[in-house]
């Protein structure tokens, strides 16, 4: 069992950063890969960014490649996501969430255990 506090959103003006944490706690939790997922009202689900249990597999959609980056610290215990140059479109909740195997995915429906969600909002 795995359980996930993420922490970091808040209001920022375009052009802006922000850093998303997400703390992880449970049984073998170095083992699990982690993913970030955002969804804005009337909208799907959204992969955002995915990290190997090694950290050596990365995995960012078109939407966000060379703006965001997804980390984990030196114990596997926090994953990051480091967002730059934000737009408008990027306001949503943010989630993080963690497989029970070790390889990256993109797909929601892969990932077993979830945060409660982070709100970023982007002002124009």
């Known amino acids: 069992q795995v359980q996930l506090v993420e922490s970091g959103g808040g209001l920022v003006q375009a052009g802006g950063s922000l850093r998303l944490s997400c703390a992880a706690s449970g049984r073998t939790v170095s083992s699990r890969a982690m993913g970030w997922f955002r969804q804005a009202p009337g909208k799907e689900r959204e992969f955002v960014a995915a990290?190997?249990?090694?950290?050596?597999?990365?995995s960012y959609p078109d939407s966000v490649k060379g703006r965001f980056t997804i980390s984990m610290d030196n114990a596997k215990t926090t994953v990051y996501l480091q967002m730059g140059s934000l737009k408008p479109e990027d306001t949503a909740v943010y989630y993080c969430?963690?497989?029970?195997?070790?390889?990256?995915?993109?797909?929601?429906?892969?990932?077993?255990?979830w945060g409660q969600g982070t709100q970023v909002t982007v002002s124009s």
């Open positions: 969430a963690a497989r029970t195997v070790g390889y990256a995915s993109r797909r929601y429906d892969e990932y077993n255990y």
């Open positions: 990290i190997s249990k090694s950290g050596s597999t990365l």
